[in-house]
């Protein structure tokens, strides 16, 4: 199968040397690029500012900003039969970027702000038969906004965990997470194991997906989406 992986922050520049970003580190998402190259998929991995060597096998896009993330997403998704949105994308941007470094006395102590689009929101018109997975890192009891946002973004899976865990948020190697699918119910909590291990659970769902209807995800290409 043909699997887009995204992966870590974006930063949303306000000059060359400021920006607006997020703690992630990409990890997850790298490990998941990891597993399912190791599976023997083709995998393209777009990634944002990190500081993670490319798995072995893996075709890598850096990218920087949101904006950047979804041109890269838009551009390769035809070719690819899912989708793994794992980065982190920033919602906000600075309304003005300047081209050069701005001075102390030129700025404002109130930042004007406007939205960056939602990625799985705008490819959603190009899903086709591809399988859609998306993630939600929340603080605190992540199922009930996990089970909107699979809902509202029109997955087929989201992975939720809580990132106010010490071994399943941020920059560390473990995750918690739980599966969530539109078709099933009740929800399916995996132990705390290796981010790789993560990786390696949702590269088998996505398997088993696609067996399951060999003439949607396996099959998708530009003509018949
Ligand atoms: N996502 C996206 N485009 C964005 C923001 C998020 O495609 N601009 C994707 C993420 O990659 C993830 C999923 O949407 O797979 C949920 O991301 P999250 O940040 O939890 O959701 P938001 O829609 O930003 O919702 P909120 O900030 O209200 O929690």
Known sequence: MDILVTAGPTREHLDPVRFLSNRSTGKMGFAIAQAAAERGHAVTLVAGPVSLPTPPGVTRVDVVSARDLLAAVERLLPAHAALVMCAAVADWRPAAASARKLKKAEMRPV???????????????????????????????PLAEARRKLADKGLDLIVANDVSQPDAGFAVDTNRVTFLTAEEHAPVALP??????????????????????????????????
Do not use: C, M, Y
């Open 111 to 141: 930042l004007a702000l406007e939205p960056n689009p939602d990625i799985l929101r705008t490819v959603r018109p190009l899903k086709g038969g591809r399988l859609f997975v998306g993630f939600a890192a929340e603080t605190g009891d």
């Open 192 to 225: 705390l194991q290796s981010k790789l291990d993560v990786g390696r659970a949702l590269v088998a769902w996505l398997e088993r997906r696609a067996a399951a209807a060999p003439h949607s995800a396996s099959q998708a290409s530009p003509e018949t989406a």
